[in-house]
């Protein structure tokens, strides 16, 4: 089964659940025009239809393959991954003034789902690669960024994150890899970093590593952490590769999915030392790291949305083909196709409300880290503040339904969505670890309580909440049937939203921290299923309203009452648990929970 | 890491979650004692734990091996299943008179719950022949039962059941396998048959296939299927092995996971016809099938109880093992255990909570099958109708906990939950094929709708839920503070599964049979919250009441408290789906989802 790239459904949230086509219209991104935007849009689906999907599965049975030290890649992966940067893909958003494009981040955004639901295996090594460009624009010397930024750009190499210790996951207070002046600029670094996701392999004819460490002077915790930039193989004057660093790839995981994807352990230093160049200050590397992180986070998100939107196609192919039982909608001869059947309906309408709903948040994301950029004063540090919140919304709810909506798609195949070879288990296989990877879901809900509603005092979410309740209002104002109750449960939803928010927030503030992060999964369901039932009830009212009165409108407009009065319904649930839940959360102790 | 049977936690779910206590004091279950009870259960945990446990990493690595038409089975396979053999498990609720032991369902239950956990690739294969044990008992030929029935009874040999074809999964109206009348007897079949869970293997010398197939002269339709015993090697006069069959195992699947337990693709008489004899009465095979069926589908829950056990055991080591960050709980050196964090031990109470649910479910549905055999007149109705009622949500609910539990075991592992090596994912590969085969859980709530809840005009649902209230009542009567609000949860969550309930029986009363069915899926969760929330508070009621002041007696208290406050909580919005949510459901047709 194929993916075609969901262009339309795009573009009309990025048009219609987003603010961008008022940007556009107030040539306020640049050179890009709706018509440009459409035109991108279109190639780029065609590239990942094309090209970057029949990838999916070979990767998937091949595996990235692991010996002597050297990864070789599946089979016609660097053929893919050249016709993709000779296509001008790599440096879609990167700063013009390096080679890029400088296309704003909602394009981003919809490419990189795209690439990703084509193949997130594939996907995933170039997401890094846009990480540490925007890490390196920001932060290097000039002549580093000369050196590396304009090859990654191009996406002549690409580029790594290494932050991951066996000791330091999500606390890095306790990383240990050290790096040492070496006088002459340059720094020798030491130590073992893992899940290193493309940490070697043979797409590009080198690799910059950007890698987190310690100098030996350097203050305890998360404060004395720096970031260096480590190729592979070291890059004489002329630009020429110079001899090999003092660097290897140890190992490549054996892991549940994303097999065509090489999740290292690298060593450094195991002889004279791992030469390194400082990107940004001493001591200064884990802003650069949150540089990286912080599109990484959203581009993750994506994974999810469009491994989801995968799944969906797939299962609706397979619904519509396979025939099973009687259904009083059914007029043809023999068994009916099983998407008639209702228990199968609400599975592919629940794939589909959830696909859309965390695409409506992603993009809304985007827009807000460009509208940060781009809007001045107040108004940016609001977008800045909007963006931050939203970031793990984006990360966290688009991954859980990523799995979620794959694991519907196992389902609906039946007996065959347990074997391999149909390739719905293989969704939901590579789908896991995004929940898990650029800070697990759980890192998300606990940054969303801890830094996302205390901005501001508190105004920075509660500026949201009520541009949602205008979204509500409009909604339950307009009285057209076929909006069913998507004003009312959004209300109800936003009601509750607004009694956890208001609880959080004053735990918080009134130190009640172990309670607060005991709702903060919860509260991050709450909060998404608002933000995304509000995005669909935006774009359903766009659809009421435009003159169309194609299948299109009537689909955004069913998408967004099924997401309010199927999904949106366990918004009280979700509010109870967060204010009520934690007495009982917070007695689990290990010996309780195992007497 | 290996599983240790929670023996501990079993016993106390037959004893206070049912009435298993009241039926051995009033000597009911034959010969069955409490101390018979909790030796067989220590045995039965110290083989799952010791001997099956250790097999289940090496099934997943080396897998059920296919060549030239033969199944070689994973290394030590063979020798452990001799082993359980030998210590008279095979038969344990089997007739006495073939040689079983003839204890009741709930040791069945118990026992199974136990080898599924250890490894469900390889508790699948002794689980189904129980099924066909059962069908053989109720209604084979003397001569058939004589020929087989024992040698299945000391598990000598295995069954399997052959219902799926290719256009025939869950529409059985549309099998194909033909049987033709030999003339003597005897009888010869023709089809092709797919997904045999262990059709071939060489755990034993010879394996006797259940086949459901047409005679020539059958009515269209479900009656006209018969059943018939097809044996791998026929069978001599005097019991010894004979020529082999004509059939063959033409493909082993490749799965998702339960890679130790072959899924075959059976192909009957491609030269004059595969032997079989008659089980039950020509055109009557849909009835033998249930018989074999009907537990089959508990155990299957159970399998999602025990796949969910063993992977919260897994969790909650690792979680107190591995050390990440700060918490003002911990008072020792360096960084606490991730056990100790909020967010962890919510999903490690959210494990445990589900896996005592659904265990509460399971067990109950085991008591009423019991019940349903041992009462008479109106009362063995009345337990049947609790069985029936009680058997789609053992199945779909426990599966579909089971394979969320993996999931969340996987997410507290972080990053090495997505290696292979650490186990967790294998569980959540594993969990996966029980929400499917066996009837998918889409199938059970449709049966929980259709079939069960109209079980005397609704009079056994209504019965079941006066008693679930009850229970609600003693615990809101309690007043205990360690209660939290149980008793004030759990009647929200009955009042929401009364209207649920009296919606759905006047929408099938009606004849509104496609809006019932759209709310099949989410009311066969409410109704299940509802069951394993009344289970666990019987159980908080009966550890409150006992002179036991042990931490077990208090952690039974919180399992309970936490469920409510927890995970119950999802009731409004579940009844809510069921009630208001069918028009966006049936709307959702393929040219609108695909528009």
Request: charged letters at 20%.
């Amino acid at each position: 089964m194929s993916y075609r790239a969901p262009v339309s459904d795009i573009a009309f949230t990025l048009k219609h659940m987003t603010g961008v086509s008022e940007l556009l219209a107030e040539g306020r991104l640049g050179d890009l025009s709706e018509d440009l935007m459409d035109a991108i849009l279109e190639e780029a689906g065609k590239f990942a239809s094309e090209e970057i999907a029949p990838l999916n599965r070979v990767g998937d049975a091949e595996h990235a393959h692991f010996k002597d030290g050297k990864v070789t890649m599946p089979e016609g992966w660097r053929r893919v991954y050249e016709a993709w940067c000779a296509a001008g893909w790599a440096g879609l958003s990167a700063p013009e003034e390096f080679g890029g494009q400088g296309l704003p981040t909602v394009m981003l955004a919809a490419t990189q789902e795209m690439w990703n639901a084509a193949s997130m295996a594939f996907g995933v090594g170039p997401t890094l690669t846009v990480g540490s460009i925007e890490a390196f624009a920001a932060h290097a010397s000039p002549e580093v960024q000369e050196r590396y930024l304009k090859r990654l750009v191009s996406g002549e190499w690409m580029a790594t994150m290494n932050l991951t210790e066996p000791q330091a996951g999500s606390d890095l207070n306790a990383l240990r890899t050290r790096a040492e002046r070496a006088g002459d600029g340059s720094y020798r670094l030491f130590g073992q970093k893992i899940f290193i996701t493309y940490g070697e392999h043979d797409l590009t004819d080198n690799i910059v590593h950007l890698v987190l460490a310690r100098l030996p002077d350097a203050p305890a915790g998360t404060r004395g952490i720096s970031l260096f930039a480590v190729p592979k193989f070291l890059v004489n004057e002329d630009g020429s590769l110079g001899p090999a660093n003092d660097l290897l790839c140890a190992n490549v995981e054996e892991k549940l999915g994303i097999h065509g994807s090489p999740t290292c352990t690298m060593l450094y230093g195991e002889k004279d030392g791992a030469v390194g160049w400082l990107v940004g200050e001493e001591n200064r590397g884990l802003a650069c790291m949150f540089t990286m992180m912080n599109n990484a986070r959203l581009i993750v998100g994506l994974q999810g949305v469009g491994i989801a939107e995968r799944a969906f196609q797939q299962a609706l192919a397979y619904a519509e083909e396979r025939r099973q039982g009687r259904n009083p909608d059914w007029q043809g001869e023999g068994m009916a196709p099983i998407a008639l059947h209702p228990d199968v309906r609400r599975n592919l309408a629940t794939m589909k409300a959830l696909v859309h709903a965390s695409r409506a948040i992603c993009y809304a994301c985007a827009e807000a880290i460009d509208r940060g950029r781009i809007e001045e004063g107040e108004a940016g540090k609001t977008w800045q503040e909007r963006a931050n919140l939203l970031t793990p919304l984006a990360k966290a709810f688009s991954t859980d339904i990523g799995f979620e909506v794959a694991s519907i798609g196992v389902q609906i195949h039946g007996g065959m969505g347990y074997v391999e070879e149909t390739g719905a288990a293989q969704h939901l296989r590579d789908s896991r670890i995004a929940m898990i990877y650029e800070g697990t879901n759980g890192i998300q809900a606990i940054d969303l309580i801890m830094r996302k509603l205390p901005q501001s005092g508190g105004e920075a979410v509660r500026g949201y909440l009520s541009e949602l309740r205008e979204v509500a209002e409009r909604a339950a104002a307009s009285n057209r049937v076929d909006f069913g109750r998507i004003g009312e449960r959004l209300n109800a939803a936003l009601d509750d939203t607004e009694v956890a928010t208001e609880w959080l927030l004053a735990a918080v503030g009134e130190g009640r921290i172990s309670e607060a992060l005991a709702g903060a999964t919860p509260y991050l369901r709450l909060l998404s299923l608002a933000a995304g039932g509000a995005g669909l009830a935006r774009g359903a009212l766009a659809a009421a309203n435009s003159a169309d009165g194609s299948g299109a409108a009537a689909a955004h407009i069913h998408t967004a009452r099924f997401f309010a009065e199927n999904i949106l319904t366990a918004s009280g649930g979700l509010k109870e648990t967060v204010t009520g839940g934690a007495a009982s959360i917070l007695a689990a102790d290990p010996d309780l929970l195992s007497a």
